[in-house]
């Protein structure tokens, strides 16, 4: 069983339009996070949801709009997209606090062209 | 979270033991050292992490110095699919995952 899974794999689209990544968890985390790599593989944290509540939104564009309908998903919409927007999408997720670490498990990555 | 310093590459021959150094001077007393790794096209992957004490897992050891201010991930028989980007981090654990991923190792296994 995929323990974080995001679709779709692949996006190619053009300028301007409305685009949706889709994250979810099976591994009873309550938070989960959205990441993003650009073409220098330099891996910045964008988002942070822990059960269903927005606790990181690192200065990311408002065109970015993360979606928690329950704990175990976190999707991403992203409007009028542009150029400098094509990036490979991590979603990951975590418990927030555990007495071992949290560890978080990344997904497979969703590499997103805008053309 | 304290940030760390990782050489950009290393090379390792196939079957013997990889290495890889990670400077956290700026640690603080809560955090975590956490490694993962990334190969080509693929999400990255955890490792092993640890606070104070060395630690072992089926896939690697770590081994964190008495000051803490610096660690060692060992991969003690390198194989091919090993190749892959370390990234090696600090975190509390309390910490939301607002980690960085820096630069991280390229490490590359030679048959």
């Known amino acids: 069983d995929t323990a974080v899974s995001q679709t779709p794999k692949y996006l190619v689209t053009q300028m301007g339009n409305d685009k949706s990544i889709k994250c979810e968890q099976n591994l009873g985390h309550d938070t989960m996070y959205w990441y993003k790599q650009d073409s220098k593989k330099f891996l910045k944290i964008m988002f942070s949801y822990n059960n269903k509540e927005l606790i990181i939104n690192e200065t990311v564009p408002n065109r970015f709009s993360p979606k928690s309908p329950d704990k175990a998903h976190l999707n991403l919409h992203i409007n009028s997209l542009e150029l400098g927007d094509s990036a490979v999408y991590f979603c990951?997720?975590?418990?927030?606090?555990?007495?071992?670490?949290?560890?978080?498990?990344f997904g497979e990555g969703s590499w997103l062209t805008v053309v | 979270d304290a940030k760390t310093t990782q050489p950009p590459s290393m090379d390792c021959a196939e079957g013997r033991a990889a290495n890889l150094p990670c400077n956290h001077s700026t640690i603080s007393g809560n955090e975590y050292v956490y490694w993962y790794r990334q190969i080509h096209s693929q999400g990255p992957q955890y490792i092993i992490h640890?606070?104070?004490n060395n630690e072992t897992n089926e896939m690697a050891s770590l081994i964190i110095t008495e000051d803490r201010k610096s660690s060692t991930l060992i991969l003690p028989h390198a194989t091919l699919r090993d190749t892959a980007v370390y990234y090696c981090i600090v975190r509390e654990n309390t910490n939301a995952g607002k980690s960085t991923f820096g630069d991280g190792t390229t490490l590359t296994v030679k048959p």
């Open positions: 640890g606070l104070k």
């Open positions: 990951a997720s975590s418990h927030l606090v555990h007495p071992s670490g949290n560890t978080i498990y």
